[in-house]
């Protein structure tokens, strides 16, 4: 069974940095991405950036590049997200999701199945 974990979290001002952590356990198959997705308040849930664990293709959010940084360690099966110049409209609760695919478009699931942390808070003050 496919776990995920998610930490790291928090309240930081406007400007701050965080790191988030996204443990992953149980895949069967090699051929899978980690996508970093987020929902504030009212708000639909939106893809972030995502990482191809076969290849190491990524992909970003218009509204994160240049900002947030995603990476892999695949010794530790753990995926990060480093979130610098972090704003106020970066305030939801963020999840991770194992998926076919890293692309550009809609969560796709993987193997016809969803898979989804709990989720961790982010938090930024103006």
């Known amino acids: 069974e496919v776990q995920l974990v998610e930490s790291g979290g928090g309240l930081v001002q406007a400007g701050g940095s965080l790191r988030l952590s996204c443990a992953a356990s149980g895949f069967i198959f090699d051929d899978y991405a980690i996508g970093w997705f987020r929902q504030a308040p009212g708000k639909e849930r939106e893809r972030v950036s995502c990482?191809?664990?076969?290849?190491?293709?990524?992909y970003y959010a218009e509204s994160v590049k240049g900002r947030f940084t995603i990476t892999s360690d695949n010794a530790k099966n753990t995926v990060f997200l480093q979130m610098n110049s972090l704003k106020p409209e970066d305030t939801a609760v963020y999840y991770c999701?194992?998926?076919?695919?890293?692309?550009?478009?809609?969560?796709?699931?993987?193997?016809?199945?969803?898979?989804w942390g709990k989720g961790t808070l982010v938090t930024v003050s103006s």
């Open positions: 999701a194992a998926e076919m695919a890293c692309t550009e478009g809609h969560y796709l699931g993987y193997y016809g199945k969803e898979h």
């Open positions: 990482i191809s664990d076969s290849d190491g293709n990524t």
